[in-house]
């Protein structure tokens, strides 16, 4: 495997190659390492991306590829009328097949095998292109890497359900697979991208670290500010919600998280909310809430923060990627979270250690007896 070392940035020029790489993306965590392994090990193929949210158009720069297209996730933007979510991932693997036309060999790129607007692409190319050389090489989605998540024998046995699809239309054979949920342990993934300094429990017959990452087209000591006001960023998490903390540990970590804030003399707060959570945990009265269609990482890279917060979010690693060193990326309050998995605790520190987070224990004592 040709992974030693990686090549000088360089534009597509490939577009009669007879390797096709396709990659599927919907965070901006995803599109980061995409671009990464387009630039640095796969310029002398044609690399076609697609992106399951129209709102990346904003983050993608096309100079680096040869086609940029919207595949509209079939969960979110269903086809109208009666099973309209199907009748979409049936569109939608006319749309990629079609980049892969004259292809010897076919590299499908995704974070995961298990969702559904991913899994299907690989039996229907596979028997498209039955000429073709298939596999797939899975990039990084942050802290999801940093321990495998075997299969139970109920979900294994809930894909041959989805294989009943094939009677509604032949293309929607679901691709079955024991081992690790993301599809690590599969014969079909060739190759596991992985984060420089990431933990992870993947064999090392398959791992190939990335080069270290950065916002492509921005250098980050050269981030310029839009203010100049010290300026902070909140990032919010659903942390009580998801049983990470109790009720009272919310309030207590929210209250020290301002007040840390005030501590490095710093007014000007905004407040990012995680996707999921209506109830905008980790906020505050003071903070103004960051409203943008942008992805996050694309705003990061045009504004200069004095100070990032959260507690475990993958923003804080991608901030720390892309703000300059003069920037405090913070982790607050890790000690009190409630964890999963064997080494969830050691991995999660370890990572932040690695990429120059600060880990900030919460110093306000909360009354044991007195948790929600």
Known sequence: MANSETQPDTLPTSSASP?????????PMHYLTAESIAVHFEQ???????????????????TKW?????????????EKGFLGKLRRTIKNLDLVANACKGASEIRLHTPTIDTEAVNYFINYLRTTYSDALFTVRIIPDGFENIQRFPLSRF?????????????????LNYYVYTGDRMGTDTDIVDRIYIIQGFPHEYSATKTVALPPLGHAGSNSEDVTSVT????????????????????????????????????????????KAHPSDSDRELSHPDYK????????????????????????????????????????IIAYATELMKYRGHNEKENLLSTFVT????IVPHLTKIDDGAKQ
């Open 228 to 271: 100049k006001e010290k300026l902070a960023l909140v990032i919010g998490q659903p942390m009580a919600s998801s049983k990470r903390f109790t009720l009272k540990e919310l309030v207590s970590v929210t209250s020290g998280i301002r007040e840390l804030i005030a501590a490095n003399g710093i007014e000007c707060i905004e407040y």
């Open 289 to 328: 809430e960051l409203k943008i269609s942008m992805p996050l990482e694309t705003y990061l890279a045009s504004t200069h923060f004095d100070l990032i917060i959260g507690v475990f979010s993958t923003a804080l690693l991608t901030a720390r990627l892309i703000q300059p060193q003069s920037c405090r």
């Open 155 to 171: 979900k294994v046995a809930l894909q041959y359900c989805k294989k009943i699809r094939r009677l509604i239309h032949p293309d």
């Open 19 to 27: 390797v096709t790489n396709i990659y599927l993306i919907y965070s």
């Open 44 to 62: 002398n193929a044609r690399n076609c991306l697609f992106f399951l949210k129209p709102a990346f158009k904003e983050l993608v720069d096309p």
């Open 66 to 78: 040869d086609s940029a297209e919207f595949l509209p996730w079939p969960r979110f933007y269903p």
């Open 355 to 358: 990429f120059g987070v600060e």
